[in-house]
């Protein structure tokens, strides 16, 4: 049965993703209601009762909280474990396979499937990671985007990524009377085929729970390993993923130097990004040659700009005309002196994502030579609550994809979930990037999830405990669980070959 359920879902593949249970495959939907159905079947039928509630009506506010308990202390989505208090008798539940109608029914079917949810997803093996949560007070909805990991405990030990989005909508007394939830990442079939398929994903030394403590209660080593037995001169382990040639360009982050990409932080060449793409087949990598001190130019040459002073700056700013002409300079370097047929794609890292699409903006014409631009976590949006540190620019860029439509080349967005904003480091990072209420927010220490993914990417890739840079986060000691690090590469590079047909 179930090889020919994961055929059958195999063969649908190349249906496009619905993401909401309107959208979402008949086939799904008759699957999950019929074994939804059986596991049911012993309960007993709801019976209308008058429930007693603590309180007449809720607030906003008091929604809002008691969501975000569900959500980050309760992992509803994993236990089903939901605060009542918060719903309307005859609230309608949806997502992609089920839609039902009343509180008292989502009660029996979580009473129904509490013991398969113990045995078969462990509070251990599993998180769910709160990427945003905001109010449209307007429409009477609060919206979160989340993402739930699990190992299941099945005897093939699949593990389930699934990004979306819930949105609930309200009633005068503040309580949800719709409950709607949309997969981003996954449709219906394929998370059932993944359910199906033995996990194929390494196993990381960081545990499925994010790093948590915090950074006085967290201990760094001086030397890390970067792989089994480096320290003891073990080589690094043979790995080559390209099956054919291609250069790549990596744009160095704010505050980076070009060496952090060869050398960081004085380690061995053999650990810096460069060695791990050439290692995997990568025929040319190169690094844009900016040094840390070129980064003193973004103030004094703000200082001449107007708009950048007045917080409206775009790709032409002064600021960064600097940067982006030394990347553009690279770039024609590397086609000059290399087979144009082979692909060229632009590596991003943190503000060099976002500065490869001021970069394209800036200078157009060099769309035609370049394949694809992968972002390892950049920030893309600008926060919604505060001023921008770019001083408009991700504004104009925002603004100019859905003016004139994105780039046409492919864009592929890596980000990191790894830390709760659970110390002042790491929640005045996300707070700067995304929104003042950032304190349940999740990501690579520096940028959050929610800043990190582009609506138009061609593809999202999360990765559990990646960090976000060559440095433990608030420290100077090196790190081997960043994008860039042998541990890492392996989870982002592959999956960009694929999507891109290399």
């Known amino acids: 049965f179930l090889l020919s359920l994961e055929q059958k879902v195999e063969s649908l593949q190349s249906i496009k993703a619905p993401d909401t249970y309107e959208r979402s495959s008949a086939i799904a939907k ?24 603590s309180k007449a009506s809720l607030s906003v506010d008091e929604l809002v909280e008691g969501l975000r308990s569900d959500l980050v202390e309760r992992e509803y989505l994993w236990s089903g474990d939901i605060n009542s208090e918060l719903y309307a008798e005859d609230c309608i539940f949806s997502d992609p396979t089920l839609k039902f109608e009343g509180l008292a029914t989502f009660e029996r079917n979580l009473e129904s499937l509490e013991p398969f949810l113990k045995r078969f997803a462990p509070a251990s093996q599993r998180r769910v990671s709160l990427v945003d949560l905001f109010v449209d007070s307007e429409k009477k909805f609060v919206e979160a985007c989340w993402r739930m ?50 996990s194929t994903q390494k196993k990381h030394k960081i545990p499925i729970r994010r790093l948590a403590a915090r950074p006085s209660e967290r201990t760094y080593p001086d030397t890390v390993e970067h ?52 290692r995997r087949g990568c025929s040319s990598v190169t690094v844009v040659p900016i040094a840390r001190s070129d980064w003193v130019k973004v103030f004094t040459r703000g200082l001449t700009d107007s ?34 047929d082979t692909p060229l794609i632009l590596c991003g890292h943190s503000a060099g994502g976002w500065l490869a699409r001021a970069l394209l903006r800036r200078y157009p014409e060099l769309e035609m030579s370049i394949t694809a631009v992968v972002t390892l976590g950049a920030p893309h949006y600008p926060p919604r609550d505060r001023d921008c540190a770019t001083r408009g620019v991700l504004s104009a860029l925002r603004h100019a994809d859905q003016r004139d439509g994105p780039p046409t080349i492919p864009f592929i967005t890596v980000a990191g979930d790894a830390i709760d904003a659970v110390d002042s480091f790491t929640l005045d990072s996300y707070s700067r990037v995304a929104t003042k209420d950032a304190q349940y927010f999740c990501g690579d220490g520096v940028v959050p999830l929610t800043a990190a993914h582009l609506d138009f990417a061609s593809k999202c890739i999360t990765i559990d405990g990646a960090l976000h840079s060559i440095n433990q986060p608030g420290t100077t000691k090196p790190t081997d669980v960043w994008y860039g690090a042998e541990l890492f590469i392996d989870d982002w590079l592959p999956s960009v070959l694929e999507t891109l047909k290399l």
């Open 307 to 340: 708009n950048f002073l007045r917080g409206n700056a775009d790709w032409n700013t002064k600021a960064y005309d600097w940067y982006l002409e030394t990347a553009r300079n690279s770039v024609l370097e590397m086609i000059q002196k290399s087979d144009t």
């Open 30 to 53: 008759t699957l999950v209601k019929s074994l939804t159905a059986v596991v049911t079947s012993t309960a007993s039928v709801p019976k209308q009762r008058e429930r007693k509630r």
């Open 227 to 278: 792989w089994p037995g480096r320290l003891s001169q073990n080589a690094p382990p043979p790995s080559t993923i390209c099956k054919r040639n291609v250069r790549i360009i990596i744009l160095p982050g704010f505050g980076n130097d070009a060496i952090d990409y060869q050398e960081p932080l004085g380690q061995p060449k053999e650990v810096g990004l460069v060695s791990c793409l050439e």
């Open 149 to 198: 990991v699990g190992d299941l405990a099945l005897p093939w030990r699949p593990r389930l990524e699934l990004d979306g989005r819930t949105r609930f909508t309200y009633g005068d007394d503040g309580r949800i009377i719709m409950y709607d939830e949309a997969w981003t990442n996954l449709n219906a079939l394929e998370a059932l085929a993944v359910l199906l398929k033995p």
